[in-house]
């Protein structure tokens, strides 16, 4: 199975912060790359696939780029809907795997 | 707009069974797989598998696969998991995740609000 590892897996930050998560494969998986946003007690959100498309309705705070091992999500001005763990995850191939998740607090 | 219902929480014995819905509206319901996806208590995001809604053709994750069943029935849309033998370790949210694709893509753009499955004696 593909390791997804994310780091950092928690960070605190303020409204308006940039902030930047990083995700790294075990081995290439092209732009087959999704990040999810999970707010405490819903369910998760696909905010971007293929790496840097995001979803309809996603505000364009939300960027992602990379591929191949390594990928990064930034939120370029942290807002306080934002606060939650972002998990990112390939579809390169079966089973899909998720990273262990970070989790973005208030400072 | 999609939406996906999942059935209520449920607390179950050791070695019972449980059955969960996920009834989809909104959409064509066999026009996109569905996905399950376990998250333990304070953890991370694990798929189960999938099923795909053309042909009820399940497709199992290591780790899921005997006590584990999806099916559906898509005269009223929805799609199901049943876990049986339950054991203290199947304590968790269950969630279903439609798929972005009519097979299978892995990208998950709806989500069901989630079924906690609650184990104990």
């Known amino acids: 199975d593909i390791q997804m590892t994310q780091s950092p897996s928690s960070l605190s930050a303020s409204v308006g912060d940039r902030v930047t998560i990083t995700c790294r494969a075990s081995q290439s998986i092209s732009s087959y790359l999704n990040w999810y946003r999970q707010r405490p007690g819903k369910a998760p959100e696909l905010l971007m696939s293929?790496?840097?498309s995001l979803q309809s309705g996603v505000p364009s705070r939300f960027s992602g780029s990379g591929s191949g091992t390594d990928f990064t999500l930034t939120i370029s001005s942290l807002q306080p809907e934002d606060f939650a763990t972002y998990y990112c995850?390939?579809?390169?191939?079966?089973?899909?795997?998720f990273g262990q998740g970070t989790k973005v607090e208030i400072k | 707009q999609v939406q996906l219902v999942q059935s209520g929480s449920e607390w179950k014995k050791p070695g019972a069974s449980v059955k969960v819905s996920c009834k989809a509206s909104g959409y064509s319901f066999t026009s996109y797989a569905m996905n399950w996806v376990r998250q333990a208590p304070g953890q991370g995001l694990e798929w189960m598998g999938w099923i795909n809604t053309n042909t009820g053709n399940p497709v199992y994750a290591q780790g899921f696969t005997g006590r584990f069943v999806f099916s559906l029935d898509t005269s009223v849309s929805t799609a199901y998991l049943q876990i049986s033998s339950l054991k203290a370790e199947d304590t968790a949210m269950y969630y279903c995740?439609?798929?972005?694709?009519?097979?299978?893509?892995?990208?998950?753009?709806?989500w069901g609000q989630g079924t906690l499955v609650t184990v104990s004696s």
């Open positions: 995850q390939q579809s390169h191939s079966t089973p899909p795997t």
């Open positions: 995740a439609r798929d972005e694709e009519d097979f299978w893509s892995g990208r998950m753009g709806a």
């Open positions: 293929a790496a840097s």
